[in-house]
Every structure is written in C-alpha cells, then in structure tokens.
C-alpha cells in the first residue's frame, strides 16, 4: 500500500519562474493538506482540499500561491513568480476522512530552492 | 507570541536514558494533542495522539496533556540511537471543518551510544 507520494523531491527555480508541486494521497484518501516548513521553524499549514473544493486556505499567502485538488489526479500546489523567501520544504498529507480522530499521513516532501 | 512552543534543543542523552520533551501552546481551545517524529530529510510520521488531559502509553512511549497548565509532555523509555530525530508536536482544536494542524518547531533529539 503505497503511501503519500510528492513530486518532484527536489526543486530548483530561479526568481520569477513558477513551482508545481505536486502530491498523490494515500489510496482511499480523499483529503489533502498542504504544509511549509521554512528553515529553523515547524510546518505551517497552508490549505486543506477535498476533491475539487478548497475548503480551508486560511495559510495561503494572499498572493502567488494556489492549490487544486482536481477530481482525477494529484493536488496541486502552484507558486508563481518564486522569490527567495519561498525556500522551503513543502509536505503534504492525507487522511481519509475530514475527522479530527483520523490520522495525517505526510509525503516526504518537496524541497524547493529559489535561486 | 507563537502559539505552540517548543524548546529546539539539539538534546543530546546517553543510549537506555529516559527523554522528556515538552511544549507548551496559549489556544485553549486546543483539544487534540500529537507527537511526531520526522528524520532527517524524511516527512513526520505520528508517534502518539492523545485527547484532552491525561496520560497515554504505547511501548516505550508516554504521552502526557495537562490542559489547565497548557503543557504537553512526551517521555521516552530506554532511548535508542534510532530514536535520533526530531520530535514535532502537534494540535488542533477539533472544531470540524478539517483537521488543521499547528505545530512546534520541533525538538532535535541525538540518543548516543
């Protein structure tokens, strides 16, 4: 059983150009979670997805920074126009079901390094 | 002021030591607590989970929530080098909606021979 997968592990963009992050759930996970963990501080959330709704994007930076969760397919993380304070590992997690007692599964993380 | 802290560490103990790692959080409307432990370069994985006060045990493992202090605890038994990592804490407040997690900045663990 394979579990949450992200792609690509390791990043490397110049300023200006975009970030696509992308993650494939656990199987049978249908809720998606998006989490930054800049240097020297923990994981902070980002955005919570369920299969093609966005229903909680309370951590997304106001600009530049998208998520999808399409009906067919991984969740998407965008960054357009990087900049340098982007820099930072990007995980996400899964779970199968929205319950505060169902466990978050990580991916190993997409390591993003801006030029 | 964040609002979980974390002491960083690194902290270093001698292999078969008893570890004590805490956090301490200012949301009281935190209701469910957890600990992960995350390798280097590796994404968290959950250690324990535990719902409102108490204490929790599973192997060598000790989870303990005093929410009227608004501190958590984790306690490691007989520590082993492959304990070496760090150990994030976790909470969130439950209300539905989603299962937002907010994290510690971890605490660095190194379990010596």
């Known amino acids: 059983n394979a579990g949450v997968m992200q792609n690509p592990r390791h990043l490397v963009r110049r300023r200006g150009q975009e970030a696509r992050l992308r993650c494939s759930p656990m199987k049978g996970h249908s809720h998606v979670y998006w989490y930054r963990q800049l240097p020297e501080e923990g994981l902070k959330f980002m955005v919570y997805?369920?299969?093609?709704?966005?229903?909680?994007e309370s951590g997304m930076p106001k600009e530049r920074f998208s998520a999808e969760f399409p009906k067919e397919g991984p969740s998407i993380l965008r960054i357009q126009q990087v900049v340098r304070g982007d820099s930072a590992a990007y995980f996400c997690a899964s779970s199968r079901t929205s319950g505060n007692t169902d466990t978050q599964y990580f991916g190993p993380g997409t390591r993003l390094t801006v030029l | 002021q964040k609002e979980v802290e974390q002491d960083p560490g690194p902290l270093s103990v001698p292999e078969g030591a008893i570890v004590s790692l805490n956090c301490t959080y200012s949301n009281s409307a935190f209701q469910y607590f957890m600990w992960y432990r995350q390798y280097s370069r590796k994404g968290p994985e959950l250690l324990m989970y535990?719902?409102?006060?108490g204490n929790k045990e599973d192997g060598r493992f000790t989870a303990q929530v005093d929410k009227s202090s608004k501190y958590i605890s984790l306690f490691i038994r007989d520590s082993q080098p492959s304990d070496s990592a760090t150990y994030l804490c976790a909470m969130s407040e439950g209300t539905g909606g989603g299962n937002k997690l907010t994290f510690g900045t971890g605490t660095q663990l190194k379990v010596e021979l």
């Open positions: 997805l369920q299969k093609e709704n966005i229903i909680d």
């Open positions: 535990t719902y409102s006060s």
